[in-house]
């Protein structure tokens, strides 16, 4: 059974940066792509990022491209969300999503593996 447990959340300042990771656990990781989404109260859960199991392509939703990169470390099991130039509506629950082998997935019903998520806040 897969286990993703994400870390680095935290409260900063509008145009900080954040280091978000998700270690995997349980299975192969290397046979896995892996996403972030993120939910903000009262809205629905969004797709932010993906890499596939392949190590690539990437795909970055419109609202995060340039600012945030997604990277993966096969040694470690662990995937990375590196987010710079922080913005108060990128506040949100980050949520680390797994996926054996398939294309990276914008819906979050394609993921069949989630983390408990990370608070990301940030101030104006």
């Given amino acids: 059974q897969v286990r993703l447990v994400e870390s680095g959340g935290g409260l900063v300042q509008a145009g900080d940066s954040l280091r978000l990771s998700c270690t995997f656990s349980g299975r192969t990781f290397s046979r ?5 989404f993120r939910q903000a109260p009262g809205k629905e859960r969004e797709f932010v990022v993906g890499v596939s199991w392949r190590g690539g392509p990437t795909y970055y939703a419109d609202s995060v491209k340039g600012r945030f990169t997604i990277s993966r470390d096969n040694a470690k099991n662990t995937v990375y969300l590196q987010m710079n130039s922080l913005k ?3 506040t949100a629950a980050y949520y680390c999503a797994a996926r054996m082998l398939g294309n990276v997935g914008l819906k979050s019903d394609e993921w069949t593996d989630w983390g408990q998520g990370t608070q990301v806040t940030v101030s104006s």
């Avoid at 896995?32 to 972030?36: I, L, N």
Wanted: avoid cysteine; glycine fraction near 12%; charge should be negative.
């Fill in 88 to 90: 108060p509506e990128d």
């Fill in 32 to 36: 896995y792509s892996m996403g972030w």
